[in-house]
C-alpha cells in the first residue's frame, strides 16, 4: 500500500519564524510535490522535485524553498513565515503527468 | 481565464439519482485528465482517469470532449458514501515547456438521504 506521511498535522507558528515540513514517501517515486490548498483557490504548486537535489518552481514559489537530500524526503522551508502562509499543506509524490499521491497534510496557523 | 474551471456547487442529490459534474480547460495541448475524491478534511485521492474513448468504473463515468476542451463524471445511482469535493486535474504545458497537473477547485457533492 503506497504511503506519504508527513511530519505534523497541525502546526501553529508565529510571524517570522523559520517554519519546516517534512514529507516521506515509500513507493521510490524520483518525483515529489509540495502544494498548498486554500478555500476557493484550489491546490496550487509551490515547487517539486524530480531527483535528489533537483528542484524546480511552482506556481507560487515566493517565500518559500525547498530540500530533497534522499529520494524519499521532501522538505518544505517557510524562511520568515507570515499570517498570509496560513494553509494548508499536502506533499504529494508520483507522476508529473500521472497519478500523484498526497499525504495526509499539514495545517498550518501562522499568527 | 481559469486554466481549469469547475462550479463549485454545492450539489445536493438525493440517494440514488444520477448527477454529472463538468469541468472546462483552457489548454488545448493537454493530454492527461483526471478525476479525483476530496473527502471532508482529507488527502485528495484519485478516483479514475479519463480516456479519449470515455472510461466506466462501476457506477462512474468519466468523458472528454476534446473539441470543446471538457471533461465530465458521471455519478449513477448516488450513495450517501459519494458524498465528497470532486476535483477536476489536467496536465499543462507552461510557455516554458514545464509539465503540470493543474487542479480544479473542486465540486462539492452531498448526497441527502
Known amino acids: 500500500d503506497v504511503k506519504v506521511t508527513q511530519s505534523s498535522r497541525y502546526l501553529v507558528k508565529r510571524t517570522g519564524e523559520k517554519v519546516f515540513l517534512e514529507c516521506v514517501q515509500d513507493?521510490?517515486?524520483?518525483?515529489m510535490f509540495w502544494y498548498r490548498q486554500d478555500p476557493g483557490l484550489g491546490l496550487r504548486l509551490i515547487y517539486f522535485s524530480y531527483d535528489v537535489k533537483m528542484k524546480e518552481k511552482g506556481d507560487i514559489p515566493e517565500g518559500y524553498s525547498v530540500s530533497r537530500e534522499k529520494k524519499e524526503r521532501f522538505s518544505l522551508i517557510l524562511e520568515s513565515a507570515s499570517t498570509n502562509q496560513t494553509s494548508m499543506y499536502l506533499c504529494?509524490?508520483?507522476?508529473?503527468?500521472?497519478?500523484?499521491?498526497f499525504g495526509p497534510g499539514t495545517r498550518l496557523t501562522v499568527t | 481565464r481559469k486554466e481549469v474551471e469547475q462550479d463549485p456547487g454545492p450539489f445536493n442529490v438525493p440517494e440514488g439519482a444520477t448527477v454529472a459534474f463538468n469541468c472546462t480547460y483552457s489548454n488545448s495541448a493537454s493530454q492527461s485528465f483526471f478525476w479525483y475524491r476530496q473527502d471532508c478534511r482529507k488527502e485528495p485521492k484519485l478516483l479514475m482517469s479519463v480516456y479519449s474513448s470515455g472510461n466506466e468504473d462501476g457506477r462512474f463515468t468519466a468523458q472528454l470532449n476534446r473539441a470543446s476542451q471538457y471533461i465530465s463524471l458521471l455519478i449513477r445511482d448516488s450513495k450517501l458514501s459519494d458524498s465528497a469535493t470532486y476535483l477536476c486535474v489536467v496536465n499543462l504545458i507552461s510557455n516554458f515547456g514545464n509539465e503540470k497537473l493543474t487542479f480544479g477547485t473542486g465540486t462539492r457533492l452531498t448526497i441527502i438521504p
Open positions: 513507493m521510490d517515486h524520483e518525483n
Open positions: 504529494a509524490s508520483g507522476f508529473i503527468r500521472y497519478e500523484q499521491y
